[in-house]
């Protein structure tokens, strides 16, 4: 079965750009988390796609957005690139959205803003 | 919302050594996993264990949930074992998917 898919792997940008990054799940999987990875703050939750719905979300400015498609593959946007947007993005899927559910990771996308 | 601690920061073995990573949680969880983090990126799943007793090869884990705290046990550990590892938990209140996760635990395992 194959695994939890990210494109592109890396990306460079410059400030005030936006950027699309892409997850596709595990084939089954319903639910698609997203996290942003930096050396200051470490990993921390962006939000949660279930049923083309979005469940939870942490706590990052609006510039970051996300959707989910019928097929539960899962695009997250950031629009008017900061410096400090320069992370890893991980992205996640579990079966269900529902607690007790393990979840599975992708390579991540590696973006960096100049 | 839930705080997540690991201990120690950072651990530098012998090969063949043995060590113990633990990882403490400030409230209830209805979800908590072990990664180890490849030095490309990748979180690698080690184990699913919200509670109770887990053993895959010469690692094992336990969760005792009533007392708030994770334990990661890497026997005869190897060089290939270096990286970082992650304790990731949720909140048993929470009913989606949005891991808090500590800050981790660099292992360093020298030849």
């Known amino acids: 079965k194959a695994g939890v898919t990210q494109t592109p792997r890396y990306l460079i940008k410059t400030r005030g750009q936006q950027v699309t990054l892409s997850c596709s799940p595990i084939?089954?999987?319903?639910?698609v988390s997203w996290y942003q990875q930096t050396p200051g703050q470490g990993l921390q939750f962006l939000f949660e796609?279930?049923?083309?719905?979005?469940?939870n979300k942490g706590n990052f400015p609006g510039r970051f957005s996300g959707r989910q498609f019928s097929n539960s593959r899962s695009e997250m946007n950031v629009s008017t690139l900061e410096l400090g947007d320069s992370a890893l993005y991980l992205c996640?899927?579990?079966?269900?959205?529902?607690?007790?559910?393990?979840?599975?990771f992708g390579p991540g996308t590696r973006l960096t803003v100049l | 919302g839930i705080q997540v601690e690991q201990s120690p920061p950072d651990l530098i073995l012998q090969e063949g050594a043995n060590s113990t990573l633990r990882c403490n949680f400030s409230d209830s969880v209805n979800n908590l996993q072990w990664f180890h983090q490849n030095p490309w990126g990748q979180l690698i799943n080690l184990f699913y264990i919200p509670s109770g007793t887990k053993q895959n090869g010469r690692l094992s884990a336990t969760t005792v949930a009533t007392e708030r705290y994770s334990l990661l046990y890497i026997s005869s550990s190897q060089t290939t074992d270096s990286g970082v590892y992650f304790c990731a938990a949720s909140h048993r209140d929470n009913y989606g998917q949005n891991f808090v996760f500590g800050p981790g635990t660099r292992l360093s395992v020298l030849p």
């Open positions: 084939s089954g999987h319903r639910s």
């Open positions: 796609y279930f049923s083309e719905t979005q469940r």
């Open positions: 996640a899927s579990s079966l269900t959205s529902g607690p007790y559910n393990e979840q599975f």
